[in-house]
């Protein structure tokens, strides 16, 4: 049970959130978008969200800012907060054209928001659940896709439900958090997305 479970947190750890969300978006949207600009948007979040912080956080453990990919101790958290938000700002001014992909433009805003609401509640000592704050936003952005284009993805819904239940379930069988933490981030997540669909929905 325990190797399942950690696999489920390493399967949904949060900085594969972004993509999944761009990857999700060009998926159901009916728009026609052309490869090379599909491309030109993927590529860059990838790369931002997934490989530059999968290379800062070796460099903090070789500084020995960081001693786990688990980030126990509040104050280890930080640093890795202080690099999402930079990089997530760097997408939304470099990559992302507001004119062009407004829903994806406020899903990595309500991203920001949601890592910053996090961020100020480590200076409280309260450190909520990065990976469940990554679920309530994809799931809440999901939701909000399925109303905007008028598409059925009940099923996918389902399933991504189901998997936010595992990922919660990790966090407290590992004892990554307690209940008031996974809470908290999923409501975290959820509600920046949700406060965020007025603007394009």
């Given at each position: ?38 491309s030109g948007n993927i590529l860059p979040i990838f790369i931002l969200t997934v490989v530059i912080p ?45 004119n062009f992909t407004a829903e994806l433009y406020y899903f990595f805003i309500g991203l920001i928001a949601a890592t910053f609401t996090s961020l100020l ?81």
């Amino acid at each position: 049970m325990r190797i399942f479970l950690q696999f489920i947190s390493y399967l949904f750890h949060p900085i594969l959130i972004p993509i999944a969300g761009t990857l999700a978006y060009f998926l159901i949207t009916p728009r026609f978008s052309p490869d090379e600009f599909q491309s030109g948007n993927i590529l860059p979040i990838f790369i931002l969200t997934v490989v530059i912080p999968i290379i800062s956080f070796l460099i903090l453990k070789n500084l020995g800012l960081v001693s786990s990919i688990s980030l126990i101790e509040i104050k280890e958290r930080k640093y890795p907060y202080y690099i999402n938000i930079a990089l997530l700002f760097m997408i939304i001014y470099k990559v992302i054209p507001n004119n062009f992909t407004a829903e994806l433009y406020y899903f990595f805003i309500g991203l920001i928001a949601a890592t910053f609401t996090s961020l100020l509640l480590l200076f409280l000592n309260f450190k909520s659940s990065m990976h469940l704050m990554g679920m309530g936003s994809l799931f809440m952005f999901l939701v909000s896709l399925s109303v905007h284009f008028e598409i059925n993805i009940i099923i996918a819904l389902s399933l991504f439900i189901l998997a936010t239940g595992l990922v919660a379930t990790s966090r407290l069988y590992l004892r990554a958090h307690q209940k008031s933490e996974v809470i908290f981030g999923f409501l975290i997540g959820f509600f920046s997305q949700l406060l965020t669909i007025k603007f394009w929905l």
